[in-house]
């Protein structure tokens, strides 16, 4: 089989990015370097901020940024592009339409992915920064599988975007109570499922490891899809 190279347009954030590329090599069933994905990243950190613009915060558009990043990787030769950023999926479709190859979009893989492994699920909760919340991404995705999308009220939603900006972009200790309680929140207001939405929060999964199979980790999902898009093994 021809080798597939993976594009990564990363550095939204940076640190999320390096998380990713961590899952790609761990979650990958290799015994030498030579069943590994083979991946060309930019770590581009300097895009503006997703959530600012989306919300009206700034006028900084970072749309031709990661449309002229992706046209680099695609120049430079990969076969497929992920972008390890949930919010930065508001701006999915004009990203793709600016490629000609794929563009593996972490929303709809991982709201599959619930559908498909939560057995009679019904409403999904949603933590993500307010840009992904406002935006609708992962609402509009869930009524394209005709299940319910539960966001966190106003209080866990501040909290959670400190938690993101505040904590872990900021290189900060995390408030893991916090974390947990609007997980706990979620599924009291009925989500048979959590998704953390925001590849900072994949951060916190990654270092605690939740042990609950009913929270889904969205940048776990996408490394597991690029895995299989590029004809390599995923661990069991």
Request: include cysteine.
């Amino acid at each position: 089989m021809e080798e597939k190279i993976l594009g990564v347009l990363g550095g939204i954030g940076p640190l999320a990015t390096v998380y990713f590329m961590d899952m790609l090599v761990r979650k990958t069933d290799a015994k030498i370097d030579q069943e590994h994905v083979s991946a060309l990243v930019f770590n581009h950190a300097a895009i503006p901020d997703r959530t600012d613009y989306i919300l009206d915060n700034s006028k900084n558009n970072p749309l031709p940024i990661m449309k002229k990043d992706a046209q680099l990787l695609e120049k430079a030769g990969v076969d497929y592009i992920v972008i390890p950023c949930n919010t930065a999926h508001y701006f999915y479709d004009e990203i793709q339409k600016a490629v000609k190859l794929p563009v593996i979009n972490i929303v709809h893989e991982t709201v599959k992915h619930i559908v498909d492994t939560v057995e009679n699920v019904k409403n999904i909760g949603i933590m993500a920064t307010s840009g992904t919340v406002e935006a609708k991404t992962y609402q509009r995705e869930c009524e394209k599988f005709n299940i319910g999308c539960i966001v966190p009220d106003e209080n866990d939603q501040k909290m959670l975007m400190e938690i993101i900006y505040g904590q872990v972009k900021a290189g900060k200790e995390y408030d893991l109570h916090a974390f947990l309680g609007i997980i706990d929140n979620l599924k009291r207001r009925g989500a048979d499922a959590v998704v953390l939405g925001c590849t900072e929060l994949s951060v916190i999964h990654a270092d605690i490891k939740i042990p609950l199979p009913d929270v889904v980790d969205s940048l776990s999902v996408l490394a597991e899809e690029s895995i299989r898009v590029c004809g390599k093994k995923v661990l069991v």
